[in-house]
């Protein structure tokens, strides 16, 4: 397969008041032709920066410190200072932000943004040839035409959703962002979504797609890898399979146990999240970023960077996988088990300690 | 359109006592040929110290079905009882004291705070329904004990120093202090990460486990569901088309729709 995307090196930090957040941190993402990269991970573990970083919508406050971009073999450097050339956004990387269904104005209808957004991009551009070329790409994903007549309000959740998307690729990006995009849909729309995307990338209107969610089942859906970040880093990047039935960073296998599933199983079971909450990236923990709430910390963890263990394209950076090449982390020792879900680390709850204590760690054995 | 399935089993009909019972609600918004059916003819029971819930797709009535259990919405037609009283039509006082019984959380822990109010001052507004402010820091932090989090921890913080897993949990705690026999929490999940999420739905559990509270939890997610529930409704564009125990429910579902939204649910493992 040929490479679509080669990123590296990306880091990045948000300034504010002369406190450095370093959200993204030296993370290395390449994308081949006609795949889906999936990036999960907790709420504030940089997703969406990266998401940002790769759009090229990088803005004040959050300023790229250093990283490349190769994109069809053209090279960018995405640094402070770098002339990024306009055409770029939108033709070659376009971004649908978080929230993008709300970003039709309420008071005008659908074909008026149609008109804006090619407008901006070509200014020679008539509203008619404009117009057309949003209804053959609604034709050929099978969305009925009249959507562009229509007032925001007029749709549904689901629909916005995905008219925001063909307005966002009208332009044939290369690369698509999608932030977020299922995250206020309900699993219906999801689908619908879902599938509009993966016909959008049959029908080659854009050449990859990198999708942001915390939601691990519908990337697992939607991506052929899954890369899963945490604290501005990449602690596991593998085929979307491998990590969904077996993954080799705790940090992968905490997220994965904290889903919620339709199955028997989950009746009687009691699932807990991870303990704790993700660092503050202002002032993050020495070693690896997780293991103040690994439950396979080793001491080198505490004080060295953990090594990549497996290829560029794959591999789960952990002291653990590099002592157990090729195993699957045992989903019940992923997370310490004498922390107790409700409390969490950063809050140390002095009485308040849920009597059910006992009874968790019985339903967890 | 089936017809709505009831799956309870007559044997054990009398075996849970409803709490809050809704018998052939309907509500209409607009007029004429403008009206809009949000909710039909939909009957059913909050059995105490049971977790039900309300799933369904956006624009299935489901909130709008909240809304009229919590008295925030007037209902078109049918009748409300909680505790054997009529709650129908409550106005003011009488509304009020409702208010003192049942409780509610909602979707957004992110706007639902006033950012420039500490959580202690947003406890204490809250505890004005109670009209005893004697009781007040007593009651907070039992609230928030709950809920797994620390009066001295959180009181004084202000809401952007909170994770969104733990506003969410003050929320629950806000609601928790005026001792409600009944907990309404619409999408109360639905804006927090998988991990987070997990360790909300556990309070309502232990809630309910613990303290006995019946809770009626609306969310779109199955999964949740599952996990939570001892009782489910499914909904679709404003008809309760099948209800029963979530056994019955989701591991053998009898309407056409139960199965469509069964079937869409993103899967970790084939």
Known sequence: ?365 | MTQSVVRDDPALAGSHEALFSAREVNKTFGHGRRAVEAVKNVSFDLNKGQITTIVGESGSGKSTMARMVLGLLPITSGTMTFEDRDVTKLRGGARTAYWRDVQAVFQDPFSAFNQFFTVRRLLSRALRLLGDAEAGQAKMEEALNHVGLSGPDVLDRFPHQLSGGQRQRVMIARALMMSPTMLVADEATSMLDASLRVNVLNVLTDLRDQLGMTILFITHDIGQACYLADRVLVMEHGVMVEQGPTDKVIFDPQHEYTRRLLSDVPRLHD
């Open chain 1, 1 to 365: 397969m040929t490479r679509l995307l080669e990123a590296t090196h990306l880091t990045a930090a948000y300034q504010t008041g002369g406190v450095e957040v370093r959200a993204v941190d030296d993370v290395s993402v390449h994308i081949d032709e006609g795949e889906v990269l999936g990036v999960a991970g907790e709420s504030g573990c940089g997703k969406s920066t990266l998401g940002a970083i790769l759009s090229l919508t990088a803005r004040a406050p959050l300023y790229v410190e250093s990283g490349t971009l190769v994109i069809d073999g053209q090279s960018q450097d995405l640094a402070v200072g770098s002339r990024i050339p306009r055409t770029w956004r939108g033709s070659v990387v376009s971004l649908l932000p978080q929230g993008a269904m709300n970003s039709i104005s309420p008071t005008l209808r659908v074909r008026t943004l149609v008109y804006d957004v090619m407008r901006a991009h070509n200014a020679r551009i008539s509203k008619n040839e404009a117009l057309d070329r949003a209804r053959d790409r609604l034709k050929e994903l099978e969305l009925p035409v009249r959507v562009l007549d229509a007032y925001p309000h007029q749709l549904s959740g689901g629909m916005k959703q995905r008219v925001v998307t063909i307005i966002s690729t009208l332009l044939n990006p290369r690369l698509l962002i999608a932030d977020e995009p299922t995250s206020a849909l309900d699993v219906s729309s999801q689908k619908a979504l879902i599938d509009m995307l993966k016909q959008m990338l049959e029908q080659k209107i854009m050449s990859g797609v990198v999708f942001v969610t915390h939601d691990l089942p519908v990337l697992r859906t939607v991506s052929d890898r899954i890369a899963v970040m945490y604290a501005g880093k990449i602690a596991e990047i593998g085929p979307a399979e491998e990590i969904a039935t077996g993954p080799k960073h705790p940090y992968s296998a905490a997220l994965l146990n904290s889903v919620l599933v339709p199955e028997p199983a989950f009746r009687k079971k009691r699932v807990r999240g991870i303990p704790g909450s993700p660092p503050n990236l202002a002032n993050p923990p020495a070693g690896c970023r997780f293991h103040p709430r690994c439950g396979l910390v080793m001491p080198d963890c505490r004080t060295k960077e953990p090594p990549h263990v497996g290829d560029e394209l794959t591999f789960s950076a952990c002291f653990w996988s590099a002592q157990h090449p090729g195993e699957a982390v045992p989903a019940d020792k992923a997370v310490p088990r004498h922390i107790d879900d409700p409390t969490e680390l950063d809050l140390p709850a002095a009485g308040a300690t849920p009597a059910h204590a006992a009874t968790t760690e019985g339903a967890n054995a």
